[in-house]
T-cell receptor, first 118, second 110 residues
Framework: ETGVTQTPRHLVMGMTNKKSLKCEQHLGHNAMYWYKQSAKKPLELMFVYSLEERVENNSVPSRFSPECPNSSHLFLHLHTLQPEDSALYLC?????????????????FGEGSRLTVL | GNSVTQMEGPVTLSEEAFLTINCTYTATGYPSLFWYVQYPGEGLQLLLKATKADDKGSNKGFEATYRKETTSFHLEKGSVQVSDSAVYFCALIKGGKLIFGQGTELSVKP
């Protein structure tokens, strides 16, 4: 058990659909992350939440909308996506997020949600 | 900007062969460096890390040494096993963000 659970594991959606990805961590961490993993490309950091506040938004298109209702849950709301958005979306958590020094240290990842946009 | 470059995969080895996966980085200052591993169908897991120059991280027979003069953090293992087949990611931390390389797929044949 990884401590970070993502649902659904697989999602197929049309370009006009609205869907959400869910992430839950059972580790008591204060920071949560969304990464996008595309084939043969570096993992792309999308969003960072620290203590339920967004601290990082890496120029992600508005068709991706994150939500962090509490420190254990993180959502990624999807609407009017494009086929190039098809990828593995990884959620991660860390004990804390420190932008000024050190950084988060170890991240704990979920198994990912495989998204296919038709 | 800050970036990490890894050797292209896939890397295919026979069991008990020696493994090297090259990683170089570009960053100001001295970031902490990491290797993460992603086994098939799973999320990424931290494999090892080094926080300052000349540090050696090690775990599960894997090693990597933080080389400031060559800005490198190459991953090595003396004798790979089939169970080591996975994708390996080199990463650095800068400004609180973990920045990953593109990953190197390793396939070990019996």
């Amino acid at each position: 058990e990884t401590g970070v659970t993502q649902t659904p594991r697989h999602l197929v959606m049309g370009m006009t659909n609205k869907k959400s990805l869910k992430c839950e961590q059972h580790l008591g961490h204060n920071a949560m992350y969304w990464y996008k993993q595309s084939a043969k490309k570096p993992l792309e950091l999308m969003f960072v939440y620290s203590l339920e506040e967004r601290v990082e938004n890496n120029s992600v298109p508005s068709r991706f909308s994150p939500e962090c209702p509490n420190s254990s849950h993180l959502f990624l709301h999807l609407h009017t996506l494009q086929p190039e958005d098809s990828a593995l979306y990884l959620c991660a958590s860390s004990r804390e997020f420190r932008a000024t020094s050190g950084g988060p240290g170890e991240l704990f990842f979920g198994e990912g949600s495989r998204l296919t946009v038709l | 900007g800050n970036s990490v470059t890894q050797m292209e995969g896939p890397v295919t080895l026979s069991e008990e062969a020696f493994l090297t996966i090259n990683c170089t980085y570009t960053a100001t200052g001295y970031p902490s460096l990491f290797w993460y591993v992603q086994y098939p169908g799973e999320g990424l897991q931290l494999l090892l890390k080094a926080t300052k120059a000349d540090d050696k991280g090690s775990n599960k027979g894997f090693e990597a040494t933080y080389r400031k003069e060559t800005t490198s953090f190459h991953l090595e293992k003396g004798s790979v096993q089939v169970s080591d087949s996975a994708v390996y990611f080199c990463a650095l931390i800068k400004g609180g963000k973990l920045i990953f390389g593109q990953g190197t797929e390793l396939s070990v044949k019996p």
